[in-house]
């Protein structure tokens, strides 16, 4: 169980990406990924398979922006291709992935967007298995004391913006996650209250919106 858990801090952090990224304003040219040698891919494997180790949650949300901003919520992911970020007053942002659409609203204006679920970073979270040496590359990685440091970038993403996680070889587990946008805008990210497994009500993962008018 702490492993799972420690590897939904990861996820949490790829979410943000996407809904910090989500969006024509924040496109970015990719960075450069680096060539992996054999000890660095098992590194990234060992965390990989941390990410395949559930197909349902519920859980309490933290978020902390890149200005200090402090947003909580409720998240609820059901594998495959659905996820509900629910966030609470005084923040109106709704997040939903439905199999095939990412819908980003804003619930007081009644307005929002979509975008593919197959083009964003989302579909690494949702998706019932992944593999990130085949589907992200490796923007940058370190290791020096018994720590590992590795930043990656989805590979078919077009928004810019990558993750850093910093690992702790011997404890196994995460220590710190940064999430970095096109701009280079930096989120954290907390879980709490987790809860794994169970169903959950399909319209949950209905993202209906008025689109923004043409300008």
Do not use: H
């Amino acid at each position: 169980m702490v492993k799972i858990m420690k590897a939904m801090r990861w996820f949490i952090s790829v979410l943000f990406l996407v809904a910090l990224c989500a969006g024509p304003q924040l496109a970015e040219a990719k960075l450069k990924p680096i060539a992996l040698v054999a000890g660095q891919q098992q590194a990234i494997a060992k965390i990989n398979a941390y990410i395949n180790s559930f197909q349902s949650l519920k859980c309490d949300f933290a978020q902390v922006s890149s200005k200090g901003n402090l947003s909580q919520g409720v998240l609820y992911i059901s594998k495959p291709g659905k996820l509900r970020f629910d966030y609470a007053a005084p923040n109106p942002l709704l997040i939903i992935a439905d199999g095939r659409w990412l819908t980003i609203k804003d619930r007081v204006r009644e307005r929002g967007d979509q975008f593919p679920l197959s083009a964003t970073p989302l579909r690494l979270v949702v998706s019932p298995q992944v593999d990130l040496l085949a589907e992200t590359d490796v923007v940058a990685f370190d290791q020096r004391d018994g720590i590992t440091s590795v930043s990656l970038q989805d590979r078919k993403g077009g928004m810019g913006g990558y993750i850093t996680l910093i690992f702790d070889d011997q404890l196994n587990q995460l220590q710190q996650w940064i999430v970095v946008d096109g701009k280079d805008r930096r989120t954290s990210v907390q879980l709490s209250n987790i809860q794994f497994g169970g169903k959950f009500d399909p319209k949950l993962f209905i993202g209906q919106i008025n689109r923004e008018p043409t300008k």
